[in-house]
């Protein structure tokens, strides 16, 4: 190729573009730089510097101490546009002693996959707008949050684990949550629910993880439990729900933990016999305290060799 020629020159140029954005490398969209900005506003997230591309893991936007369980990170997917463009994925603000509300315009981060915002001092509502997200997880534990969970989540087909223990909500559990189609962790711990559990949940059968202790429901416990075939660990503690433990629990065979402490009603002179457990050959963990059980401990308990906990 002749170096004087007008071709020579156009492959200069896409050269030094082509470069020039691997120098700069791909960005966050000034939308999503702006509601980022609005969010932690609203969160009380004051140490994010926006003078660097929030994309970039500099200063506060990915914790330099990686200690488990208070993750402070902002991460991004940049294979958008061949690498030019960014979206966020994940946020991740644990124990960063947040004293604000949970924002609304998390919606305007349409590729946002995950929020954990476990252990702050967050207060209000669950925005129902939330609803609109694709997100896989969803974490809030041990915050200060109220109102009931808004319909509206029944909607996030993507949703794999919701996690709200340790919180202060309060209200029906929506029967919309029946909808969610790939829900594996569902952890509801120390609440104020009330009522009883949908009859929609029946359909959850992709749920492996249910933790419902501390709560006020009412009613007993589901003889529909026994669709939840995925089911690896099972807390019903405290949880206002009365027994007998229903005995198509046994139906349940990748059930590792079981945990049922206290029934209620058990003020009454209602007794039940030992739940049916025997198919649960997969058991490793077994708790039935404070549950009016009476009569004998079956033998089948001794021929589980899994069990480590009784
Ligand atoms: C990171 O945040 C802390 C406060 O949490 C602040 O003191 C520090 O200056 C920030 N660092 C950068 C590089 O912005
Ligand atoms: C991505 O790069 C390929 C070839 O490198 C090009 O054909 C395509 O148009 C580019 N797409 C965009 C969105 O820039
Ligand atoms: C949230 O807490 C703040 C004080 O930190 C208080 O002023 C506000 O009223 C609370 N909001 C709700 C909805 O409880
Ligand atoms: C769920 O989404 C559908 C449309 O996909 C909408 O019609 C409906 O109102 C939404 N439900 C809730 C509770 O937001
Ligand atoms: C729980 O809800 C009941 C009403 O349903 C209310 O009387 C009680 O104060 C609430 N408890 C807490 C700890 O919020
Ligand atoms: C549980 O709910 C009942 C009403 O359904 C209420 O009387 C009681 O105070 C609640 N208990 C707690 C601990 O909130
Ligand atoms: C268990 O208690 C029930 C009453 O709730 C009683 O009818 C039954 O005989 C008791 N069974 C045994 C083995 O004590």
């Not at 500099?58 to 294979?79: A, H, I, L, M, Y």
């Not at 949908?198 to 202790?213: D, M």
């Not at 009476?294 to 906990?309: A, C, D, F, V």
């Amino acid at each position: 190729m002749n170096m004087a020629s007008p071709h020579f020159f156009l492959l200069q140029l896409l050269l030094t573009f082509f470069f020039l954005s691997l120098a700069f490398g791909a960005t966050l969209p000034e939308d999503e730089v702006q509601a980022l900005k609005d969010i932690g506003e609203i969160l009380g997230k004051k140490d994010w510097d926006f003078s660097v591309d929030p994309c970039s893991g500099e200063r506060n936007w990915t914790s330099q101490t990686k200690v488990r369980g208070t993750e402070n990170t902002v991460t991004c997917d940049c294979s958008f546009e061949n690498a030019t463009i960014c979206h966020v994925t994940n946020i991740l603000l644990k124990v960063q002693n947040l004293r604000g509300t949970l924002p609304v315009a998390l919606v305007r981060l349409p590729y946002l996959q995950e929020i954990d915002l476990s252990r702050n001092y967050l207060n209000g509502t669950i925005p129902l707008e939330w609803g609109l997200l694709n997100l896989v997880r969803i974490s809030l534990s041990a915050n200060r949050l109220t109102g009931s969970i808004p319909p509206e989540l029944g909607n996030i087909s993507t949703l794999q684990s919701l996690t709200l223990e340790f919180n202060q909500l309060s209200g029906n559990l929506p029967g919309e949550l029946g909808n969610l189609p790939n829900i594996q962790r569902l952890l509801l711990t120390s609440n104020n629910f009330t009522g009883e559990l949908p009859a929609t949940f029946a359909r959850l059968t992709t749920l492996q993880e249910v933790r419902l202790g501390d709560n006020n429901f009412s009613g007993s416990i589901p003889d529909f439990i026994q669709s939840w075939t995925s089911l690896q660990k099972l807390v019903i503690q405290g949880t206002g729900l009365s027994g007998p433990i229903p005995s198509g629990i046994s139906l349940l065979e990748s059930l590792t933990d079981l945990y049922v402490w206290r029934i209620s009603d058990i003020e009454g002179s209602d007794y039940f016999p030992f739940p049916q457990l025997n198919n649960l050959a997969n058991l490793e963990i077994l708790i039935l305290r404070s549950c009016n059980i009476n009569g004998t401990i079956p033998e089948y308990l001794g021929t589980m060799s899994n069990l480590q906990t009784l």
